[in-house]
């Protein structure tokens, strides 16, 4: 019996040995596993550290012009009549999709309320001195709709001119979708809240002519056709600015008469292209021709390249193929990339000739919360925010997010300046003097690829009926 118990004993200490050993083993594995863990995850913050703190770099290091006038051409303010600056600023299609009628809706009020989708913008305009876009909707008594016939409340035209937009062009496709009657009530309505309007003609002054500090401006436009064209009457038709070359000469040579800078709104090309067809090509060809200093597109609902050309008289004329969408909730990702246009004229002292001085721009993005959001759509400053997410702002955006941004600004480059003018651009930006004002970020004009169309935009395609 004595002899068992000493076994039981044996057996047990061996048991408590084996125990202990299994116990020290599992937990030295259990803490290398912790500490292998706990250096990956900071091996990876440090790599993430690293790669934000260069994007942050590459942030800072991008510029956002697209024209400087050369250093040449800019005459000694001490030896003459100090010259007046003029800034314009242009943003592109506004649009009302059925999702933002939705977002902006106020069950307790059974009112719509936009503001807080702009509300980030205004300072990037504020300082201009005339802000122009394109308004795609109408605004009659019909049903709202953010598709098809497109109709929209008011307030929705309030908030874009509290943005700061304070001219529209009124000719685009949509333009007739309640015929000319719509068009009439849709430019009662803006002029009402404030705009001032082109692109119709309803009256006798198809021109629409600014004059800024003491210089005369005219802005004229034109869409390349309307919906279901064939279905409206000749009354209607006569009703807007259709475009044709017999038109826009006899308008560009009213505008030479009366105005001492010209600009033409165009509402052409392929959507959600980036790249401009051979029928954009050959109208701005004709547009320079006939006296158009500045061609401003748009109908994409995508960015595309704006180049510098010069006329017969060899003075410089700006076009930008398309600004893309202000807004919109159209869901795909080329067409949430905006900007902010910037375009300054100087005009001479001595003898009030009006040249272009410099060209850039701000980028945007429609940023869409997601479906769930009390506040589903914002317009954000892709870089700002891309920038401020760099420095360790992790809760302005997600991740994705910020990647989506970065994409953005990096097809805004590729798409905006063409490859062959940024040597002589570059030139100009090193030969031009600082501006005593804080500088604007700079870029210039790219022609890239045609975006191809996945099927999601195919079907965002006949969704927004563009």
């Known amino acids: ?26 937990f030295l594995i259990l803490t290398l596993i912790i500490i292998s863990c706990v250096g990956i995850i900071y091996y990876r913050n440090y790599e993430d550290r690293q790669l934000l703190a260069k994007q942050k770099e590459e942030l800072d290091r991008q510029i956002e012009s697209i024209f400087s006038e050369t250093l040449q051409n800019i005459a000694d303010n001490h030896t003459r ?11 592109g299609d506004i649009l009302c999709g059925e999702e933002m009628l939705k977002d ?16 980030n913008i205004t300072g990037f305009i504020e300082g201009s001195d005339l802000v122009l876009g394109t308004m795609e909707s109408n605004f009659t008594n019909k049903p709202y709709s953010g598709y098809g016939n497109r109709n929209s409340p008011k307030s929705f035209a309030t908030a874009v001119k509290n943005s700061g937009v304070n001219l529209v062009s009124i000719s685009t496709n949509h333009s007739l979708d309640y015929g000319k009657e719509g068009l009439k009530t849709t430019k009662t309505c803006l002029e009402e809240i404030g705009f001032s309007t082109v692109g119709d003609r309803l009256d006798d002054e198809p021109v629409n002519i600014q004059t800024i500090k003491d210089t005369k401006i005219a802005f004229l436009s034109y869409t390349y056709g309307v919906e279901d064209e064939s279905k409206k009457s000749q009354k209607d038709l006569e009703s807007l600015n259709i475009y044709s070359e017999k038109i826009a000469k006899q308008e560009l040579e009213y505008a030479k008469e009366n105005a001492d800078y010209i600009f033409v709104i165009m509402h052409w090309g392929a959507p959600y292209a980036t790249e401009p067809n051979k029928e954009q090509k050959k109208i701005s060809d004709f547009l ?83 479906e769930k959001a009390k506040n589903r759509y914002e317009l954000i400053d892709m870089k700002g925010v891309a920038k401020s997410y760099a420095s360790g702002n992790k809760e302005i955006v997600d991740k994705g997010t910020y990647e989506k941004l970065l994409d953005g600004l990096d097809l805004l480059q590729k798409v905006i300046v063409p ?16 501006q005593e004002e804080t500088p604007k970020e700079e870029v210039v004009p790219k022609q890239d690829e045609v975006a191809e169309l996945n099927q999601e935009e195919e079907k965002n395609k006949e969704k927004e009926g563009e």
């Open 104 to 119: 902006a809706y106020e069950e307790s009020t059974k009112s719509y309320e936009f503001d807080q989708m702009f509300k």
């Open 1 to 26: 019996m004595a002899r068992n118990r000493r076994n039981k004993r044996s057996v047990q200490k061996l048991t408590d040995f084996i125990s202990l050993k299994t116990f020290l083993i599992l």
């Open 288 to 370: 320079i021709k006939n006296g158009a200093d500045v061609i401003l597109g748009n109908h994409p609902a995508a960015i595309q390249p704006m180049e510098i050309k010069q006329n017969s008289e060899g003075e410089n004329v700006f076009i930008a193929y398309s600004l893309g969408n202000y807004i919109s909730s159209i869901n795909n990702d080329v067409s949430k990339i905006e900007l902010v246009l910037n375009i300054e004229l100087r005009k001479s002292g001595e003898d009030g000739k009006v040249v272009l001085s410099k060209v850039d721009y701000t980028p945007i993005y429609a940023l869409d919360h997601g």
């Open 81 to 91: 009549k100090p010259d007046s600056v003029i800034r314009i600023s242009a943003v």
């Open 419 to 434: 490859k062959k003018q940024e040597e002589t651009v570059q030139k100009q930006d090193e030969e031009t003097p600082k």
